[in-house]
């Protein structure tokens, strides 16, 4: 007997049954198996189970759930949790995409966010009301990496009868394992780091199944489920995810240091660096001394010479998104984060002139190089 190696994708949407009652039986969930692909695929599910396996490799009862984008994993597990007059306390500086779906969306279904420091664990407190049912976390936040304390915001969440939802997807189950420090969910943008290509768009949201519940059926509801052949690609990505988040963060950990000291720039954040106002955290919430592929920079002189800086690279590209193989370099006001007006932007701790970095895997010395020929002309 043999069986493929590679993943079978299977790409349909129906699924045939020998009677009705069978078919009555499944989408009853009587009986696991596949009925209609918008509710489970076999591709899309071994993606999520292999994820789950990364993220919580000893704990019991774990599930996951596959998305088709980062933003579909994070909208579901807001709207499966959270209803009318429910509080949410967020991240002031996180996803620019996330940070819309708290302004401007959960306020239209009447639940209430409050955005605040994460890092800062006495205001985190002092926002929790009897009405709060979740704190929302990002492990490394976009883009000012602010990593804040999960252990202590889980005990804060549940003293308050509420649950810890933490996106990872900056950080990866290489680099954190938040459900090992008391997250009760994990979710991930698989667009970055986990397919690592850059040529496939998905999510995915792990936890108990007491907490996955209500987000398998918002997705389901709401229909944000993931395709097939990108659930391929994804689940090809896991395979090359540790190779590749070592190398790319130990050359963002050489990168880090070596900018830190450059005259045309302000100001460098990087979990890995002693200046970091968050290294003592990330040192014990972190495995293998590993602190993530993404820096920011503040470059001197604001908007336009990081501007200037962007266009100069060549072997760095301007590009979207973060987490592949390709280092990428993008403009957080005038991109990622183009949804803050100045003071949303001057709260979240976003200078004008600050730059992110997401270090793939070349050849360190050419990354240098090249960053350093674009700043001296800045
Ligand atoms: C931290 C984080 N979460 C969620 C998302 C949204 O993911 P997607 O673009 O796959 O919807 C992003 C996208 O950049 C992100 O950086």
Same mark, same amino acid.
């Given at each position: 007997? #043999? ?134 976390? %990002? ?15 889980? %005990? ?5 009868? #509420? ?66 052949? %990108? ?148």
């Amino acid at each position: 007997m #043999s069986r493929p190696l590679g993943l079978p994708v299977v790409r349909s949407s129906a699924f045939v049954f020998a009677n009705a009652h069978d078919y009555a039986e499944v989408l009853g969930g009587q009986v696991a198996g596949y009925a209609y692909s918008r509710i489970d695929n076999p591709t899309a599910t071994t993606f999520a189970m292999a994820v789950a396996a990364l993220e919580a490799p000893g704990l019991a009862d774990v599930g996951a759930e596959p998305f088709a984008s980062g933003m579909a994993a994070v909208s579901a597990t807001l709207l499966g949790h959270l209803m009318a007059d429910d509080e949410v306390i967020g991240p002031a500086n996180c996803y620019g995409g996330t940070w819309s779906l708290f302004t401007r969306w959960l306020p239209r279904w009447g639940i209430r966010p409050l955005l605040v420091d994460l890092t800062d664990l006495a205001a985190v407190q002092a926002a929790v009301t009897p009405s709060t049912r979740m704190i929302y976390a %990002e492990t490394i936040a976009n883009p000012t990496l602010s990593v804040p304390d999960l252990a202590a915001l889980a %005990e804060i969440a549940h003293r308050a009868q #509420s649950r810890l939802v933490v996106d990872s997807t900056f950080a990866t189950p290489v680099i954190c394992r938040p459900l090992e420090h008391g997250a009760d969910v994990v979710l991930h943008s698989a667009t970055k780091f986990l397919g690592g290509h850059a040529d496939a768009t998905g999510g995915v949201v792990v936890g108990r199944r007491e907490h996955l519940g209500p987000v398998r059926d918002a997705r389901i509801d709401l229909g944000g489920c993931l395709a097939p052949d %990108e659930a391929f690609l994804l689940h090809r990505g896991l395979e090359t995810l540790a190779l590749r988040v070592r190398q790319q963060s130990a050359t963002a950990a050489v990168l880090a240091a070596k900018l830190a000291g450059h005259p045309a720039v302000a100001r460098v954040r990087y979990p890995g660096l002693p200046s970091h106002p968050q290294h003592g955290i990330a040192s014990w919430l972190f495995r293998d001394g590993l602190f993530g592929s993404l820096i920011t920079m503040d470059i001197r002189g604001g908007r336009e010479a990081a501007m200037a800086f962007c266009d100069g690279l060549r072997a760095v590209r301007i590009a979207s998104s973060l987490g592949s193989v390709h280092s990428k370099v993008s403009h957080a006001a005038s991109t990622t984060h183009r949804q803050l007006d100045d003071a949303a932007l001057a709260a979240a701790g976003i200078a004008p002139g600050q730059v992110r970095l997401s270090v793939g895997v070349e050849d360190p010395e050419d990354l240098l190089a090249d960053l350093r020929q674009a700043l001296d002309v800045t």
